[in-house]
């Protein structure tokens, strides 16, 4: 039986990309594993200019002055990283969801910052809108996404200062003007590659204007010297993360792939209204095209629901425990055919009602 995968992260992978990804476990480089090569080898290192210029040529950041690294410790320790290079006074956050609070508590240890804007008190089903950004500030952070609630931005403000964007869970989904952001932050487990590596794209003219000393490790500019090879790469995560963005542009890159991302989202959110069985969570105009939120208005057909979404093959649609219900994370590789198989569940569950 095929399985839909709906996962929040690890999430789904294009099928052609792990096929790739298993070959080379077994004989990447003239009979030597992809996991045993040395990370300095030519073979590797040409994989990873690559992984690097192709995430700069999908987003359309080629020649403006931005670097394109591949690092280690997730978007967690980009909470981190960011404070350290940017933060000299004080910063201004957008909370919008869980990872945005946390990223707010590690800027804390370090100096200022404040929530220019915040949607917790309504357990952030909306992104805040009519905030205002102060020029005094060193930059502004946001996250575009918000896989817990499903939330999007939809929007972003011109801001008079550094924009420092979280997309861990929308890169590579939809058309942006990135230009706009000056550092841009993603873990691979969503719509890149497996966990393990996280991509970083900065405009180098931002750096080197705080007086702080920053740890060699957690300093931007060690890691854009060393090519993304200050120390030993996750080889394994970046060769994935190259492969997936490969078939992203072979696909006809985020232009291509958002039509697809569209698509999905127009039919789950139709079942979602349609339905009387089902409610969504967040307000509609800022919902997610990535990750779909919703519930049952009658818990009692609860058992019913998920046995049938089993049965369809359906994993991973367990919302969490901060909304409950039920989330459908449709990631670039989850295909129109999945999303169709759960919304048939849906509906059937509404004859069977």
Same mark, same amino acid.
């Given at each position: 039986m095929?399985?839909?995968?709906?996962?929040?992260g690890?999430c789904?992978?294009?099928?052609s990309?792990?096929?790739?990804?298993?070959a080379?476990?077994l004989?990447?480089?003239?009979?030597?594993?992809?996991?045993?090569i040395?990370h300095?080898?030519?073979?590797?290192?040409?994989?990873?200019?690559?992984a690097r210029?192709l995430a700069?040529?999908?987003?359309?950041?080629?020649?403006k002055?931005?670097?394109a690294?591949?690092?280690?410790?997730?978007?967690s320790?980009?909470?981190?990283?960011?404070?350290l290079?940017?933060l000299?006074?004080?910063?201004?956050?957008?909370?919008?969801?869980?990872w945005?609070?946390?990223?707010?508590?590690?800027?804390?240890?370090?100096?200022?910052?404040?929530e220019?804007?915040?949607?917790?008190?309504?357990n952030?089903?909306?992104?805040p809108?009519g905030?205002?950004?102060?020029?005094?500030?060193?930059?502004?952070?946001?996250?575009?996404?918000?896989t817990?609630?499903?939330?999007?931005?939809?929007?972003?403000?011109?801001?008079p200062?550094?924009?420092?964007?979280?997309?861990?869970?929308?890169?590579f989904?939809?058309?942006l003007?990135?230009?706009?952001?000056?550092l $841009?932050? &993603?873990?691979a487990q969503? *719509?890149?590659?497996? +966990?393990g590596?996280?991509?970083?794209? !900065?405009?180098?003219?931002? /750096?080197?204007?705080?007086?702080r000393?920053?740890?060699?490790?957690?300093?931007?500019?060690e890691?854009?010297?060393?090519?993304?090879?200050?120390n030993?790469?996750?080889?394994?995560?970046?060769?994935?993360s190259?492969?997936?963005?490969?078939?992203?542009?072979?696909l006809?890159? $985020?232009? &291509?792939?958002?039509?697809? *991302?569209?698509?999905k +989202?127009?039919?789950i959110?139709?079942? !979602?209204?349609?339905n009387? /069985?089902?409610?969504g969570y967040s307000?509609?105009?800022?919902r997610?095209?990535?990750?779909?939120?919703?519930?049952?208005?009658n818990?009692?057909?609860?058992?019913?629901?998920?046995s049938?979404?089993?049965?369809?093959?359906?994993?991973?649609?367990n919302?969490?425990?901060?909304?409950g219900?039920?989330?459908?994370?449709?990631?670039?590789?989850l295909?129109?055919?999945s999303?169709?198989?759960?919304?048939?569940?849906m509906?059937?569950?509404?004859?069977?009602?």
């Amino acid at each position: 039986m095929k399985k839909h995968n709906f996962s929040a992260g690890p999430c789904v992978l294009p099928k052609s990309v792990m096929e790739q990804a298993a070959a080379a476990v077994l004989n990447f480089d003239d009979g030597l594993s992809l996991l045993e090569i040395s990370h300095r080898s030519k073979p590797f290192v040409d994989v990873m200019e690559n992984a690097r210029s192709l995430a700069l040529e999908l987003l359309g950041l080629e020649g403006k002055g931005y670097k394109a690294l591949f690092l280690q410790g997730g978007a967690s320790t980009q909470f981190l990283m960011v404070a350290l290079n940017l933060l000299e006074k004080r910063a201004g956050y957008l909370n919008t969801g869980t990872w945005a609070d946390k990223a707010i508590k590690e800027a804390k240890i370090y100096d200022d910052i404040y929530e220019i804007g915040s949607s917790k008190s309504a357990n952030y089903n909306y992104i805040p809108k009519g905030y205002d950004i102060p020029e005094d500030y060193d930059y502004f952070h946001c996250t575009s996404n918000n896989t817990i609630f499903g939330t999007q931005m939809k929007s972003f403000p011109n801001s008079p200062i550094p924009m420092v964007c979280d997309m861990s869970s929308d890169i590579f989904s939809r058309q942006l003007d990135f230009s706009k952001f000056d550092l $841009i932050y &993603a873990g691979a487990q969503k *719509n890149m590659g497996p +966990a393990g590596t996280t991509l970083v794209v !900065i405009k180098e003219d931002i /750096l080197g204007k705080v007086s702080r000393k920053i740890p060699s490790m957690m300093n931007y500019k060690e890691h854009i010297s060393k090519g993304s090879m200050f120390n030993t790469p996750p080889v394994f995560a970046v060769y994935v993360s190259m492969l997936t963005l490969e078939w992203l542009k072979n696909l006809g890159g $985020i232009k &291509a792939i958002e039509e697809e *991302n569209e698509k999905k +989202a127009r039919l789950i959110y139709s079942e !979602i209204d349609l339905n009387p /069985l089902f409610k969504g969570y967040s307000v509609k105009e800022d919902r997610s095209i990535m990750n779909a939120t919703f519930t049952l208005e009658n818990e009692n057909l609860k058992e019913t629901f998920e046995s049938m979404v089993k049965e369809a093959g359906i994993n991973g649609i367990n919302g969490h425990r901060s909304v409950g219900g039920y989330r459908a994370s449709m990631y670039n590789a989850l295909s129109l055919d999945s999303v169709k198989a759960l919304v048939e569940v849906m509906s059937e569950l509404e004859s069977k009602a």
